[in-house]
């Protein structure tokens, strides 16, 4: 089922996407001495005295945190984009963010204006909000059922991949010194400009070009190229089967689908599941990494090269993931990653609390971040991507993932702004709040979350029919609510769709 198209769409669409968020989220982190430094050293060149404390926190904080702002409005304005250039062409022209940010965001320093890195920062937000919604939606549509969680898990396995990029660049041997760090975010520009490279001569999603553009022929070919085989009449027929169901596939608003009994369950199962993906506490653990390996002795210039393990054990366990998910499915991994994550979480605030009292307790705390970081990338990491793009229709995708994107930004952000007050007032303890988190997520999802292994996208909506409390025909009626027609209608205007799209009579 793994065809070289089919691979060469993931990796070149992942790279210039979900790649740079990765890298994005930790390409901060080594120079940000050094920033700060330049924010100073501008100030006063600008008005005559340094800039103090409270002030160049303030603005570092703006820095590092306007990355989700950006990311949010990137979420909102997808599902336009990708409704009219479609998905690969939104992947295509969402280079322009990074290679404008890159741009703005390298030569900061040498312009002397830090408000160039923050308006880079923003720009980059968006990119990534664009893409982390556009990836999964094109990779969920050009994959075969069998294979979709495997091809769905390449948009976690190339953030891991990104993170762990940022930390090696940043190490003082290559860009993590005072003069080389405007290299580390011009380095965004080569990622986008390999994908700007390869993905055109990639078809488009074919679930796209039948059932949004009614253009058969280009869908056939499209399934062709990435299934690796002449005869397609059984992937184009299931598809043209969900058309059926769907009467017709006009693409719905956010307010439509949220009023929409069929799928209530799903789209709540996404939201607790992209909240409690943000809300996990990881972000945490990389705010204590450098301290924890402190007080186990180790020393602080060689803090930078240990910490490259927490991203070698983050890329090793999103690749395992991606590995077994068709094996084991997506239910057992997602709770599970939660489940342990609790027992982490736990076990970390009691050898943080008492390390001072026993020696060998610190090297217990790296045990736990390096547990915690792999049992998230092993379920939680990448899943959510996975489920939001089989959870619904081809008309509700879109404004689902702007849903899912939406969610996923704000608790980014709520993070980054509450995590110092938490951490100030609970100190070690604050862990015990996301052992919370991670425990009611994994709860709902023990109870709501159904088993979407190799199944189809209408048998998925099956399995949620019945907690929906609807039945299946009326759950078939409502995946368009409000844009409904005669069923004569319907099916005049389906059969002239299909024949008007040049459909092969064997495929009919």
């Known amino acids: 089922n793994w065809s070289g198209s089919l691979i060469v769409a993931s990796l070149t669409g992942a790279f210039g996407s979900s790649f740079l968020y990765g890298y994005n989220l930790s390409v901060v982190n080594a120079p940000a001495a050094y920033i700060k430094k330049f924010y100073n050293e501008t100030w006063e060149r600008r008005y005559g005295f340094s800039v103090d404390e409270s002030t160049l926190t303030l603005l570092w904080s703006i820095t590092v945190s306007i990355f989700a702002i950006g990311g949010l409005v990137g979420a909102i304005i997808v599902t336009p984009i990708v409704k009219f250039f479609g998905r690969k062409r939104t992947l295509l022209l969402n280079n322009l963010f990074a ?64 993170v762990f990029t940022g930390q090696v660049l940043g190490l003082p041997e290559i860009f993590g010194q005072e003069p080389r760090w ?130 070698a054990v983050e890329t090793v366990a999103a690749v395992f993931s991606g590995l077994v998910i068709e094996r084991l499915g997506r239910r057992p991994l997602l709770i599970g990653g939660f489940g342990l994550m609790v027992v982490f979480f736990a076990v970390l605030t009691v050898s943080l609390t008492l390390q001072e009292t026993v020696h060998w307790l610190p090297y217990l705390s790296i045990f736990c971040i390096l547990a915690i970081i792999a049992s998230f990338c092993i379920g939680p990491g990448g899943i959510p991507f996975v489920l939001t793009g089989e959870f619904f229709q081809q008309s509700q995708r879109p404004a689902a993932f702007m849903i899912a994107g939406t969610v996923n930004w704000l608790s980014n952000f709520a993070v980054g702004l509450l995590f110092p007050f938490i951490q100030a007032g609970l100190q070690t303890y604050c862990f015990l709040v996301f052992a919370a988190i991670c ?39 409502n995946h368009c609510p409000g844009e409904r027609k005669s069923s004569a209608e319907q099916e005049s205007n389906f059969t002239s769709s299909v024949n008007n799209g040049e459909t092969k009579k064997g495929i009919v």
């Open 439 to 477: 425990l009611a997520g994994a709860t709902y999802l023990f109870f709501v979350l159904p088993e979407t292994k190799n199944k189809t996208f209408h048998e998925i909506s099956q399995a949620f029919a019945k907690r929906n409390k609807v039945s299946l025909e009326m759950q078939e009626m």
């Open 99 to 162: 290679v404008t940010a890159a741009l703005l965001m390298s030569l900061s320093l040498l312009a002397g204006s830090f408000e160039m890195l923050i308006l880079g920062r923003i720009i980059m937000g968006v990119d990534a909000g664009i893409s982390l919604s556009a990836l999964p939606m094109y990779l969920s549509e050009i994959s075969p059922k069998e294979i979709r969680g495997s091809l769905g898990q390449v948009t976690a396995i190339f953030i891991c991949i990104g």
């Open 182 to 311: 405007p290299y580390l975010f011009g380095a965004i520009i080569v990622p986008s400009l390999i994908q700007v490279v390869i993905l055109p001569f990639l078809p488009e999603s074919p679930r796209y070009l039948l059932l949004e553009k009614h253009n058969t022929s280009k869908a056939e070919k499209a399934f062709q190229t990435f299934l690796g085989k002449d005869d397609v009449s059984h992937e184009v027929e299931e598809v043209l089967a969900e058309s059926r169901v769907q009467r017709n596939t006009k693409l719905v608003s956010i307010l439509q689908l949220l009023r929409t009994h069929a799928v209530r369950w799903q789209v709540i199962t996404v939201v607790v599941t992209m909240g409690c993906y943000q809300l996990c506490g990881l972000n945490a653990i990389w705010y204590y990494t450098n301290n924890i390996f402190s007080e186990a002795g180790i020393n602080r210039e060689t803090i930078p090269y240990v910490t490259l393990s927490t991203g």
